[in-house]
């Protein structure tokens, strides 16, 4: 059985930082790739950041230089650290591991239960 659980989120001014958290329960899986998603009110979900499997971090163009993705291989948890944030970046916040257990033919997406973030004066 896989649990992720989210903490972080929360109402914060534009130029305010907050660091979102993703602890997974997956024992018996292997974690091919990790990261965090975003979907604002009617809009699609988006890639915010993301490690691949080779460990690279992969941000969209918006987060550049704002936020920050990092890991703790063995608490099994990722951390998004989000800096100068900005009212565009109001979105309920998913983190999503993508797992299998022995053949990467059987891998699959694990979501979060989703945290707002919400940027606003």
Same mark, same amino acid.
């Given at each position: 059985?896989?649990?992720?659980?989210?903490?972080?989120?929360?109402?914060?001014?534009?130029?305010?930082?907050?660091?979102?958290?993703?602890?997974?329960?997956?024992?018996? +899986?292997?974690?091919?790739? $990790?990261?965090?998603?975003?979907?604002? #009110?009617?809009? *699609? *979900?988006?890639?915010?950041?993301? +490690? %691949?499997?080779?460990?690279? #971090?992969?941000?969209?163009? %918006?987060?550049?230089?704002? +936020?920050?993705?990092?890991?703790?291989?063995?608490?099994?948890?990722?951390?998004?650290? $989000?800096?100068?944030?900005?009212?565009?970046?109001?979105?309920?916040?998913?983190?999503? +591991?993508?797992?299998?257990? %022995?053949?990467?033919? /059987?891998?699959? /997406?694990?979501?979060?239960?989703?945290?707002?973030?919400?940027? %606003?004066?």
């Amino acid at each position: 059985q896989v649990q992720l659980v989210e903490s972080g989120g929360g109402l914060v001014q534009p130029g305010g930082s907050l660091r979102l958290t993703c602890a997974a329960s997956a024992t018996g +899986f292997n974690i091919y790739t $990790m990261g965090w998603y975003c979907r604002a #009110p009617e809009n *699609r *979900r988006e890639l915010v950041a993301t +490690f %691949s499997r080779g460990g690279v #971090p992969t941000y969209a163009d %918006s987060v550049k230089g704002r +936020f920050t993705i990092s890991r703790d291989n063995a608490k099994n948890t990722i951390y998004l650290q $989000m800096n100068s944030l900005k009212p565009e970046d109001t979105a309920v916040y998913y983190c999503n +591991f993508n797992l299998y257990r %022995s053949s990467l033919y /059987d891998r699959r /997406d694990y979501w979060g239960q989703g945290t707002q973030v919400t940027v %606003s004066s």
